[in-house]
């Protein structure tokens, strides 16, 4: 694991512009194609997100290469049968025989100088709604250095986390286990598997490279570690149509759109900024009958 595998660094990810060029350069974009009706919707709410790094290269089980995941105490396997993201997960059949149950996966990782954190977390369901799992973090050996709590299978999916505080500066070897709590063999799903190093500690939201704008794979899909970058901290400019025949829209900047703070699109208009603006909340779009739409695309930069 590199420098570029702690989110921290996202900036780097980055191109900034320069003062010079910072009036008209935009480093995002975002295509907008949103159904309006008459009660007021944001076309597209400014965010820049949690920029993020998934250490695990097959987090959703999409291969069938699971040399990365251990099993202990069951059965591993992918499945089709079941999938809180893409086509797979990963179907544990414990062996009931005691409790602790299930699989690992291993990480090495240097603690970072300002302190960082260990966080895992992932999607589990029950083949029925009866069993126990937790997500645990471990040393080498399997001693638990931290548990999330008991969670209670059900028939559909749901999320589990866990953090662990590292040690500044000590290279370490820790595995992150999904394990049955107390003795069962009833058979569960593990889908959205992720870990992530972070100086905040924060659990964020899933990442993998096949997530959509913004997310990426550091090399081969399904079979690397993936980023989730930033989104657009501010909207710089924009080109929006009205795509209906007869109905007419009112779009709002950085407030919410009405008769009396929208900017008017009769049908079939497009309202395109020729100048750098700097939307900083939401673009807010109504419409005068439903099922009118507004398509096209803005663009932004990622801080600043």
Known sequence: MNSQHFPEVWPSWEIDPSTRTSVH????????????????????????????????????????????????????SQSSAQAATGSNSLLVNPANSAAGEGFYWSVTTVGHPEGSSLVAQCEVRGASASGDVKIEIQDSDGVALASSATHSLTTSFAKISVGYELAERLTQTYRVAVISVAQHNID???????????????VSDYVDGAQGLHYEWFGT????????????????????????????????????????????????????????????????????????????????????
């Open 221 to 304: 899909a399904h079979a690397s570690e993936s980023k989730r970058r930033a989104g657009l901290a501010v909207v710089r400019g924009f080109k929006l149509k009205n795509g209906h025949g007869s109905n007419t829209v009112y779009i709002a900047l950085d407030t919410t759109a009405s008769a009396t703070t929208g900017v008017l699109l009769k049908a079939g208009e497009t309202w395109e900024t020729n100048w750098p603006i700097d939307v900083q909340v939401n673009i807010s779009a109504l419409a005068s009958g439903a099922s009118t739409q507004v398509y096209g695309v803005l663009w932004g930069v990622h801080q600043g």
């Open 25 to 76: 350069v935009w480093t995002k974009y975002a295509p907008i194609d949103v159904s309006v009706g008459t009660s007021a919707v944001d076309l597209f709410t400014v965010d820049r997100g949690v920029p993020s790094v998934n250490l695990v290269k097959n987090p959703s089980f999409e291969v069938n290469t699971l040399t990365d995941f251990t099993a202990s105490g069951s059965a591993i």
């Open 188 to 202: 569960f799903y593990v889908d959205k598997f992720m870990v992530e190093q972070r100086k905040d500690g924060f």
